[in-house]
């Protein structure tokens, strides 16, 4: 054996160790890349979570006391809706007004004045002290009637009156009970809104936060095999070159066991050499779960 066949053979490893160097870095660059991204994912779900847990949280406190409202009938209608009972409006009769007190006492009082008239000039009740009397007793019952009809219309309309006002409280109470409703329902349902919503965030960003670790995970296994590869391609070369034929048993002091200056290297803890004299880094492991920012 040649030193130029020693010298190529020894060169061959020392490239695959560099090809395992290189397959290595860039695996572990590739990994940290993948994990700096799970990263970033994990930080905006945390700003997402921030920001929707206030809606959820308000949700939730106004959830429990809508629901014990609702248990107490305090959202629903106030009792049942006031009845009108006064009926339609009637008017009063002509002998109704006639039988008012004021109309009989009134009546006589007049008719006496007329008769004590015409008992002064004269005695005698002529044609024209009649008239008189059946004009006075006429204009007094059109007074009468529409005054007992104005009376009789007023209190229609005050019962009237009293019937809306009490339609007005209960609508009142019927809208002040649908306003305590919504001011708990609203916040309620921001909160479920705000809780699906999350919900759907943290299906979607966890599916991308496991794809950038299964990424990570796939790097570094691609790296641990193109670095066995390029470090066994290396020494088959080399061997093929220095011993003809890839004796492998020639050089099993060398590279097995704990006696050999590789072995002992690996066994010591130490890297496998580079042809630059830099051992060869170890794949790093995938970079534990950290929310707070890059790995």
Do not use: C, H
């Amino acid at each position: 054996m040649g030193i130029g066949q020693l010298a190529g053979g020894i060169e061959s490893i020392f490239s695959g160790f560099d090809k395992a160097n290189a397959a290595t870095s860039a695996a572990n660059a590739q990994a940290g890349a993948a994990n700096q991204g799970a990263n970033f994912l994990q930080g905006i779900l945390n700003n997402q979570q921030s920001n929707q847990n206030p809606f959820i949280q308000g949700g939730q406190s106004t959830m429990g006391q809508l629901l014990s409202g609702i248990n107490a009938g305090t959202f629903g209608t106030p009792g049942q809706a006031p009845q009108y009972t006064g009926g339609a409006f009637v008017a009063p009769t002509a002998a109704e007004a006639a039988a008012t007190p004021g109309y009989q006492f009134t009546q006589q009082e007049g008719a006496k004045g007329l008769l004590q008239g015409a008992a002064a000039s004269g005695g005698a009740i002529s044609g024209g002290t009649l008239r008189a009397l059946d004009s006075y007793n006429s204009g007094l019952a059109q007074n009468t009637y529409g005054n007992t009809f104005n009376r009789a219309l007023q209190g229609y309309n005050a019962g009237l009156s009293q019937y809306a006002a009490q339609l007005q409280g209960f609508g009142a109470q019927q809208g002040a009970n649908q306003q305590a409703f919504n001011q708990l329902f609203q916040p309620t349902a921001l909160g479920e809104q705000a809780a699906g919503s999350l919900n759907q965030s943290e299906l979607g960003t966890g599916a991308d936060i496991a794809s950038e670790y299964n990424n990570a995970g796939n790097a570094q296994a691609a790296g641990l095999i193109g670095s066995t590869n390029a470090l066994w391609g290396g020494l088959q070369s080399g061997t093929n070159q220095v011993f003809g034929g890839g004796n492998y048993g020639q050089i099993s002091n060398s590279f097995g066991g704990g006696g050999g200056s590789i072995g002992g290297a690996l066994a010591a803890g130490g890297g496998i050499p580079s042809s630059g004299g830099n051992p060869l880094p170890a794949v790093g492991p995938i970079s534990p779960f950290n929310a707070a920012g890059a790995p």
